[in-house]
């Protein structure tokens, strides 16, 4: 008897879905969190489940094994995460879940991007500018005359 078998993992950036371009905006150098959610959508068991980013982060499985027999069964769904430092620009990775049943291999992939900015400078207002040049002005004139 044949059980139709398939995968799905959905990829979040920081708590967003963002299979699309541009994504949350991140300050570069800060923590970007990934979660990869995994759910086996076929009626199959499937095991030898496999999570892997295109960018070299490392999933690391959090939980979601109901019965901790290390078989994703139909409906379940399990749940790992992954943190990286944020770089400049555009960027995207793309994570891949594979599983097996009875040799076959069924697999899912999806992107995820953000976009690295640098972090806003302070800056004051340009009356308040004008101002401390002004009395940066007056001072020292005044302390030259003195």
């Known amino acids: 008897m044949y059980l139709p078998i398939s995968i799905d993992i959905e990829k979040s950036t920081n708590g967003q ?35 892997m980013d295109d960018q070299g982060v490392i999933p690391v499985f959090q939980g979601s094994d109901l019965n901790n027999d290390s078989i994703l069964e139909p409906g379940e769904t399990w749940t790992y995460t992954a943190n990286g430092t944020a770089e400049f ?16 291999i069924v697999e899912d992939e999806d992107p995820s991007h953000y976009y ?18 002004g009395v940066g002005i007056v001072l020292f004139l005044r302390r030259k005359d003195e």
């Open 17 to 51: 879905d963002a299979d699309d371009p541009q994504g949350p905006k991140v300050d570069v150098g800060s923590t970007v969190e990934w979660e990869y959610v995994v759910t086996n959508t076929g009626s199959a068991n499937l095991t030898n489940i496999n999570v």
């Open 116 to 133: 690295g900015e640098e972090k806003d400078v302070p800056t004051a207002h340009p009356l308040l500018t004008v101002s401390l040049i």
């Open 89 to 104: 620009g555009q960027y995207v990775n793309n994570a891949t879940a594979t599983g097996e049943y009875e040799g076959e």
